[in-house]
Nanobody, 128 residues
Framework: QVRVVESGGGSVQAGGSLSLSCAASGYISRTICMAWFRQAPGMEQRDGVAMIDTDGDPTYSRAAEGRFTATRDDTVNTFYLQLNNLRPGDTGTYYC?????????????????????WGQGTQVTVSV
């Protein structure tokens, strides 16, 4: 059973930056796809922000493209999301998600319910 725990987040003004980390533990296969989802305030839906497959290039939502950078370090089983040039519209709870298989394609084509493992979430608040 894989567990993921997020850290980072916080409050910044528009234009600022934050770093998120997601540490995976438990039984981690060599093939694990990891993603970040955002749940906006007052909303139930979680929208994909970034995804990175094993040995793959990261993919991003349209809103994240060019501002956020996803990386992973499999030597320490950690997945990162660097958020730059933040906007108030980026505010929300950011969740790390994982699935024990390859993820082919872009995060834009994945739903939250396709991921089986979730962290508790970390809050990102961007003020004007």
């Amino acid at each position: 059973q894989v567990r993921v725990v997020e850290s980072g987040g916080g409050s910044v003004q528009a234009g600022g930056s934050l770093s998120l980390s997601c540490a995976a533990s438990g039984y981690i296969s060599r093939t694990i796809c990891m993603a970040w989802f955002r749940q906006a305030p007052g909303m139930e839906q979680r929208d994909g922000v970034a995804m990175i497959d094993t040995d793959g290039d990261p993919t991003y939502s349209r809103a994240a493209e060019g501002r956020f950078t996803a990386t992973r370090d499999d030597t320490v089983n950690t997945f990162y999301l660097q958020l730059n040039n933040l906007r108030p519209g980026d505010t929300g709870t950011y969740y790390c998600a994982a699935i024990g298989r390859r993820c082919y394609g872009t995060i834009r084509n994945f739903r939250a319910d396709e991921f089986s493992t979730w962290g508790q979430g970390t809050q990102v608040t961007v003020s004007v």
